[in-house]
């Protein structure tokens, strides 16, 4: 089948390359009227194939602006980005669901922009709604579906662009608890799936810890790599597990650190 | 790689995940209800038909009381009797749809101009500077100015109504559409870049559906300038070889010191000018919101 030889056509690709997403020695500033400020120092991140990267940080580390400038909405003052797999997916905090459209012809717009013939269209986007496990809700309108299953429709719509790199900008922040719990395994589920390479921004540490495997701390104005931690805990985890506690634990404690700095001076 | 066990412990825990799943959904899905016929009779009809008896009875009241001479103040079976009076003669639908025609066609004339304007005010910040506040300051000069020099211009014919009305309906238009664009939410350009709708792409996926619920109020309002350009027109410039509208109709009904007729003559301008909206725009404008779940019920 012809989707059989994409997916080893798109395995041998990702063998070929070492890395989902390259960023070297990225700066960012804003100019404004007091001058310029130093948003993002001089960041340097690779993303490996496959892998799950969270982006950890306080409020005014940038971390939202290091991945718009990885999904290309913005240009770096300095450095560069590099993604081999083309452009980025991209998730936000707010689904982005556009209400003109069902949650189907929502996955079909993003198939359309990426040029996919129009009878393969609805088979695919009804397989990426079987994959966030809402087969049913092809016709349904976005405001008939609730938060949590509006974020697993924007989920296959940015899967819909079959990009190699999935960027997600606190896509779980606006949930409930209980929601954004199940999600958590969603994601862990689809990113296994998939092969999927993922950035993953947050300020929730047990977030960062339940989902990723490797723990990337920014600390604040400007935002500089602080540190990291590779997470070995074997998944699926659980949010409340012993050992994602431990870990988020010293994370926090770590973040409490960059934070108490800003009030030093 | 994961043994067997794993293997089957993680399709049991996503066997726990998707019922977890569904529950939730079920739980929080939004219940969506149509509104029964009676219902929207009780709270949709009965109000303003209470109204207009209202209106009636007391307009009857004054008449019977006397409060002014009955050539300036007619009673209801007057204006009622103009009405079957003109309706038995065979002109009250010709009237009508003289005028109602002439609306239409100049409607759809200003369409056709004011939304192509619209969206190159709105896209390009040079004719947005020069001509965007011309544009929204056209909106408040009241048409009937437009009267004398249109028929100076252009003589009393057809061609001078379409002008008033252009003039008139235009600027409604594009402007409901400028405030459409501008109201896009950042997020969704956004989101439609990241999917790769860029330029005349992005304008048409995302930029117009977007843009749709302003342009339909400006459509709306167009519609409400046009009728009221078209009967100012009307009731300056009458002449016999213009054929007879509402607005002549009025007209006549003040040369004639025929009050009844001139009644008729409000009350007609007045129907059509609901009528349209309720039958074209306001379903239109309803449908598009309450597809984007935008309609709250009350």
Redesign the interface.
């Known amino acids: 089948m012809a989707t059989t030889a994409t997916l080893a056509k798109a395995e041998e690709d990702r063998a070929a390359v070492t890395h989902a997403a390259r960023i070297e020695h990225v700066s960012k500033s804003f100019g404004g009227p007091a001058g310029s400020q130093l948003v993002l120092d001089d960041i340097s991140l690779d993303v490996a194939p496959g892998e799950f990267v969270t982006l950890l940080g306080a409020s005014g580390c940038g971390k939202s602006t290091l991945l718009n400038l990885v999904a290309g909405l913005d240009r770096p003052s300095a450095g560069s980005i590099e993604t081999p797999g083309g452009r980025p997916a991209l998730m936000f905090q707010e689904h982005a669901l556009f209400p003109w459209l069902t949650a189907g012809k929502n996955i079909e717009l993003a198939l359309r922009l990426r040029g996919v013939p129009k009878a393969e269209r609805r088979p695919e986007a009804e397989r990426l709604l079987e994959l966030v496990r809402l087969g049913g809700s092809y016709r349904k309108r976005v405001h008939e579906l609730s938060g949590g299953m509006r974020q697993r429709v924007a989920l296959a719509r940015a899967l819909a662009q079959d990009s190699d790199l999935l960027l997600m900008d606190e896509p779980f922040a606006a949930l409930d608890a209980i929601t954004r719990d199940v999600l958590h395994d969603e994601l862990t589920r689809i990113w296994r799936e998939t092969k999927l390479s993922v950035l993953f921004v947050t300020h929730n540490v047990r977030e960062a810890v339940r989902l990723a495997e490797r723990v990337v701390l920014l600390s604040s104005r400007p935002g500089r790599i602080a540190r990291e931690w590779t997470i070995g805990i074997p998944q699926p985890r659980r949010i409340e597990d012993a050992a994602v506690a431990e870990l988020s634990v010293e994370i926090t404690e770590e973040l409490r650190g960059e934070i108490r700095r800003h009030g030093q001076h | 790689m994961a043994s067997t066990d794993t293997t089957t412990t993680?399709a049991g825990?996503?066997d726990d995940?998707?019922g977890?799943?569904?529950g939730?959904?079920a739980l929080?899905?939004?219940q969506?209800r149509r509104t029964p016929v009676r219902e929207v009779l009780l709270k949709k009809v009965l109000p303003p038909v209470t109204a207009v008896l209202l209106v009636l009875v007391v307009w009857q009241l004054l008449v019977t009381a006397q409060v002014t001479d009955e050539f300036k103040l007619p009673p209801p079976s007057a204006v009622w009797d103009s009405l079957s009076t003109m309706w038995l003669e065979g002109t009250l639908l010709d009237v009508l749809w003289t005028s109602v025609s002439r609306a239409l066609l100049g409607f759809l004339m200003a369409l056709a101009i004011g939304t192509p304007l619209g969206l190159l005010v709105a896209r390009v910040k040079f004719v947005r500077a020069a001509i965007g506040p011309i544009l929204s300051g056209l909106q408040s000069l009241p048409s009937v100015a437009w009267v004398a020099p249109a028929v100076l211009w252009i003589g009393l014919n057809d061609q001078m109504m379409y002008a008033v009305i252009l003039l008139g309906a235009v600027p409604s238009i594009a402007n409901g559409l400028v405030a459409g664009v501008d109201q896009v939410p950042p997020?969704?350009l956004?989101?439609g870049?990241?999917?790769?709708?860029t330029g005349l792409?992005g304008a048409w996926?995302?930029v117009m559906?977007?843009a749709?619920p302003g342009y339909l109020a400006g459509l709306k309002q167009g519609w409400a300038f046009s009728w009221r350009s078209l009967m100012a027109a009307e009731i300056i410039a009458s002449s016999p070889e213009l054929g007879l509208g509402l607005g002549q109709l009025l007209e006549n009904g003040r040369n004639n010191i025929d009050m009844p007729g001139i009644f008729l003559a409000i009350i007609l301008i007045l129907l059509v000018g609901i009528a349209i909206d309720l039958l074209i725009f306001s379903p239109l404008e309803r449908a598009?919101l309450r597809?984007?779940?935008?309609l709250v019920k009350s």
């Open positions: 993680s825990k996503a995940l998707a977890l799943e569904a939730l959904d929080d899905a939004v969506v997020l969704f956004r989101a870049r990241t999917l790769g709708a792409r996926h995302i559906p977007a749709l598009v597809s984007r779940g935008l």
